[in-house]
């Protein structure tokens, strides 16, 4: 955010800005001034290396973050499988919730860095973007919600409460029984 708010343009007198608003007004009918960030990357035909050295910062900074993830729950699911020393039953519920972090890795991949990677990227290659930059709003504030699906499906626990609070409480019920034995040895005299 620092890096957009202090290399990109968005002033209001801006050509790129001007084009945006009177875009954003056209189809929205609501007229916002001030608030803009705009990566232009190609104005008037020639190339601007602001809008490009953010670009190349945010994608580095998505490559890095991804990267690590991936290579740190890799060396997890290698020394979880690698571990003698515990029990299996340990190893599982070490496994079950490496799993519900991946999944939990892959949503912001889909809901956030998709979308994000796909506006700010396509057009500097003058490409249309696969995602239109109006659904990119939907994918992102959908992702709390789909975090929360995949931690609930995954995790057994989790997936009980839920279904108890939809379904109501569960009808089974477990039965204690106490036993008690006395054993008495008369001692011969």
């Not at 955010?1 to 343009?9: E, G, N, R, V």
């Not at 875009?23 to 601007?48: D, Q, R």
Request: charged share 15%; proline share 5%.
């Amino acid at each position: 955010y620092t890096a957009l708010f202090i290399f990109c343009d968005g002033d209001a007198k801006e050509p790129a800005t001007i084009v945006l608003r009177d875009a954003f007004s056209s189809k929205y009918n609501l007229t916002i001034n001030e608030g803009w960030i705009v990566m232009e990357y190609w104005p008037n035909g020639s190339f601007s290396l602001r809008p490009f050295l953010v670009l190349v910062f945010t994608d580095i900074l998505l490559l890095v973050s991804f990267t690590s993830a991936a290579s740190l729950s890799i060396m997890t699911f290698y020394h979880i499988h690698a571990n003698t020393m515990v029990s299996d039953n340990y190893r599982k519920t070490q496994r079950t919730v490496l799993i519900a972090l991946c999944a939990q890795t892959v949503v912001p991949i889909i809901c956030v860095y998709t979308p994000y990677v796909t506006t700010l990227n396509s057009p500097f290659i003058g490409v249309k973007s696969i995602i239109s930059p109006e659904m990119c709003a939907s994918f992102i504030s959908s992702f709390p919600l789909w975090d929360a699906v995949v931690i609930i499906l995954l995790m057994k626990d989790y997936r009980n409460g839920a279904m108890s609070l939809v379904f109501g409480a569960s009808k089974k019920k477990s039965l204690a029984i106490s036993q008690m034995f006395s054993a008495t040895t008369v001692a011969p005299t």
